[in-house]
């Protein structure tokens, strides 16, 4: 059974003759009794009387007639939710961010993309930006916006560069530097509150070596696991920081965000996906992101 036999006969049911249905098909009249006739060979049973001048279902034709258009509208359905994944407009869409890399870009890029894609189902993920990689491996995100890639990850995944953040100091605001900017050098006596290595090792390793080269070894009196952890840790008094200029998007209060000089140290924010995990979907978010570049670096 194919789903042109079920197409041949709706279309002599709803016609109501062989000469009709032809017309309308663009099929032999030949053509269509003779799969019809196939059908009911396959069926064991009449779905049409043939009338000189008209033909009618039979009892057992118009039960299998209801299904028969069930079938056709689902394929019809089928292949339509196909095309649209095809161009982009049917799927899903999983996306990793950590909070305080995404800027204040994120959300309009999300909110623009579910105005162009309803269909689409979007998900996003808070995630770390090292919890990101393996997650882009497993295909449990398909996007993921984060840190520049590091190997291994670098000759797997793909990523694209949006904008580098400057490294500034966090300082307690009634801090006597805070008008900034600030030589580095004048923070060497001062105690550092850092976030965890294993979270950030890169910048860790970075803010390190950027206050040896201002001729001190930082004094690092306590971590955190986060971000947001660090600037409460600043602003209680603990210390000062080095931070992405990005984490003031966390907005605690108490803090001021000061210029270093030199500025020789920046974090990158990357776009990163999966080669083998590149579907219609996610290439026509990686084309909105794109269109968008100039847009997201000025609001960094």
């Known amino acids: 059974m194919e789903l042109r036999h079920l197409r041949y006969l709706c279309a002599v049911a709803e016609y ?3 000469r009709e249905a032809s017309r309308h098909l663009h099929v032999s009249q030949s053509a269509i009794s003779e799969q019809i006739a196939d059908l009911e060979g396959e069926l064991g049973g009449s779905l049409l009387e043939r009338g000189q001048r008209s033909t ?3 009892a057992p034709g118009r039960v299998f007639l209801e299904e028969a258009k069930k079938t056709l509208a689902q394929a019809e359905r089928a292949a339509d939710m196909m095309r649209r994944s095809m161009a982009g407009q049917e799927g899903s869409l999983a996306i990793g961010f950590f909070l ?13 993309y579910r105005k162009l894609h309803p269909e689409v189902k979007l998900t996003l993920f808070e995630m ?17 916006f984060t840190r520049p890639l590091e190997p291994p990850y670098d000759t797997i995944l793909r990523a694209e560069l949006l904008y580098n953040d400057p490294v500034v100091a966090l300082l307690p605001k009634d801090h006597p530097l805070t008008r900034g900017p600030v030589q580095l050098s004048a923070l060497a006596g001062e105690r550092f509150v850092m976030c965890e290595r294993a979270i950030t090792p890169v910048l860790f390793d970075s803010v390190v070596a950027l206050c ?4 001190f070894s930082p004094n690092i009196v306590n971590t955190s696991p986060s971000w947001p952890g660090v600037l409460t840790l600043v602003a209680s008094g603990e210390g000062v ?3 992405p200029a990005g984490v003031h998007h966390l907005r605690t209060p108490g803090l001021a ?3 270093i000089l030199p500025r020789t140290t920046h974090v990158g924010l990357s ?8 579907s219609p979907v996610v290439r026509d978010f990686l084309r909105l992101v794109r269109a968008n570049h100039d847009r997201i670096r000025k609001s960094a």
């Open 16 to 18: 109501g003759t062989f």
């Open 56 to 58: 009618r279902l039979t």
């Open 100 to 112: 305080w890399g995404a800027g204040n870009f994120f959300a309009s890029i999300i909110r623009e």
């Open 128 to 144: 770390h930006a090292q919890v990101q990689m393996p997650a882009l491996l497993d295909h449990r995100i398909d996007v993921g």
């Open 212 to 215: 040896s080269s201002a001729g």
């Open 241 to 243: 920081a080095l931070v």
């Open 257 to 259: 965000f000061v210029d």
């Open 271 to 278: 776009m990163a996906w999966h080669p083998q995990n590149e």
